[in-house]
């Protein structure tokens, strides 16, 4: 990559394991209250789609002003594709990609808007050693101690609690769970930002008003597999994405 005299680099990402996908093709169907059903009643409906390539290693180098910073360490590849527009998808998102020792835990969750059922998809993984262990859909998001923003006019979560639950992929019984207070925010984005400002106005007061919110926090993952518990020390990077 380049982006001018003064930044440069190159990143290698190699993937560890054939990754996976929950329902047809990676698909989530509008009005399905099943996450890995089809259209229902066999119809054509809008769709949401994911394939997750997790625990990939990382590697490369970063030139900025002179200096260069070396890189290595674990990513997650997300195949998405839709043919909605993302706010008449949902009107919030939650992401979170936790890596700690040889461990990786991901989560992608989204509450469709109430003229689709306000069904709640959420599709998680726990890949450790570079192989996925456990794709999980019944998982849950709690946010709590909610503080204003001024900039974007969201009440935006302080705490989050991310739990994991489901199988193996060898059938044994799985649970995660990460408690986390949201402080180290290192990015607010206003999607709209480059948009003139009478236009962005317009759009923000009328259709929707972008804003995703991105930490990288220190967290503990509680890990349950087949009744044996492990706590894992980590990172994690966590993302909310309004749209209302």
Known sequence: MTGGKDLNGELAFRFRNQGFKVGPEGRY????????????DGQE???????????????????????TYNMDGTGLFIHAQ???????VADKWHFAFFAGEDVILNMLQFKTLAKAGSVRVNKGSFTEGGQVRAVTIGNQIETSDFQHDN??????????????????????????????????????????????YFVRKIIQALITKPFIYEWYDTAMATITVDGEVRKISGKIFHEATMLQ
Do not use: C
Not at 30 to 38: C, I, K, P, Q
Not at 166 to 194: C, M, W, Y
């Open 82 to 88: 839709s043919d909605m527009k993302p706010y008449t």
């Open 151 to 196: 900039v974007s006019g969201y009440d935006v979560a302080g705490h989050v609690v991310y739990a994991w639950e489901g199988q193996t992929v060898d059938g044994k019984p799985f649970q995660a769970k990460i408690e986390v207070d949201s402080t180290n925010l290192i990015s607010r984005i206003d999607i709209l930002h480059q948009l003139p």
């Open 29 to 40: 169907y509008m009005g399905n209250t099943s996450v890995t059903g089809g259209p229902p």
């Open 45 to 67: 409906a809008s769709y949401i789609k994911h394939i997750y390539g997790p625990g990939a290693s990382v590697s490369g180098w970063i030139k900025a002003k002179g200096v």
